[in-house]
T-cell receptor
Framework: DGGITQSPKYLFRKEGQNVTLSCEQN?????MYWYRQDPGQGLRLIYY???????QKGDIAEGYSVSREKKESFPLTVTSAQKNPTAFYLCASSIMGQSNQPQHFGDGTRLSIL | AQSVTQLDSQVPVFEEAPVELRCNYSSSVSVYLFWYVQYPNQGLQLLLK??????LVKGINGFEAEFNKSQTSFHLRKPSVHISDTAEYFC?????????????FGAGTRLFVKA
């Protein structure tokens, strides 16, 4: 079955460390997204990508970086500049250019600080 | 700009009782409307969507929602809930002609079904 795979499910970061969250999809979607979810705040967009080798900042991009070298993959790096990284991170994808299409989500990565 | 307000952060309800989860939105342009469900430690799954046409939309798991343009609302309902409906529910709007990159999610409503 097609879907989105996020790994790891749980991740711990030490002070000053960069960590990378993996997101892979086999839905053949062009558009991919990273969201941050905090309790009571819904989802906030970190970055999105419409095509390979192109990505755009979302509402809360500071302290994060992404790459899109392959259509199927959209990894997110949480850098040491992100001072409050503890959150649930969700990757999503959708058919590009169609705002009437829903987003498909992975099962998330929960990041905590050691 | 768009905004989404889910009027209740938590809704406790007894099993087999009806439930309504409220969603209001604000937008200067026309939008598509979605409801998603999130079970613990999982991603979001689409429940239903309103694109156009009939204002009453039926989704999975017996849920339905009604679009009210004059009140800019999109409330989610189920006539009889089950324990398995315990989850968090998110309302979302996506402005037309923006390619989905401007989707705004509400803060979520946690539905707790009691036996």
């Amino acid at each position: 079955d097609g879907g989105i795979t996020q790994s790891p499910k749980y991740l711990f970061r030490k002070e000053g460390q960069n960590v990378t969250l993996s997101c892979e999809q086999n839905l053949n979607h062009d558009a991919m997204y990273w969201y941050r979810q905090d309790p009571g705040q819904g989802l906030r967009l970190i970055y999105y990508s419409q095509i390979v080798n192109d990505f755009q900042k979302g509402d809360i991009a500071e302290g994060y970086s992404v790459s899109r070298e392959k259509k199927e993959s959209f990894p997110l790096t949480v850098t040491s500049a992100q001072k409050n990284p503890t959150a649930f991170y969700l990757c999503a994808s959708s058919i590009m250019g169609q705002s009437n299409q829903p987003q498909h989500f992975g099962d998330g990565t929960r990041l905590s600080i050691l | 700009a768009q905004s989404v307000t889910q009027l209740d952060s938590q809704v406790p309800v007894f099993e087999e009782a009806p439930v309504e989860l409220r969603c209001n939105y604000s937008s200067s342009v026309s939008v598509y409307l979605f409801w998603y469900v999130q079970y613990p430690n999982q991603g979001l799954q689409l429940l239903l969507k309103y694109l156009s046409g009939s204002t009453l939309v039926k989704g999975i798991n017996g849920f339905e929602a009604e679009f009210n343009k004059s009140q800019t609302s999109f409330h989610l309902r189920k006539p009889s809930v089950h324990i398995s409906d315990t989850a968090e529910y998110f309302c979302a709007v996506s402005p037309l002609m923006t390619g989905g990159f401007k989707t705004i999610f509400g803060a979520g409503t946690r539905l707790f079904v009691k036996a």
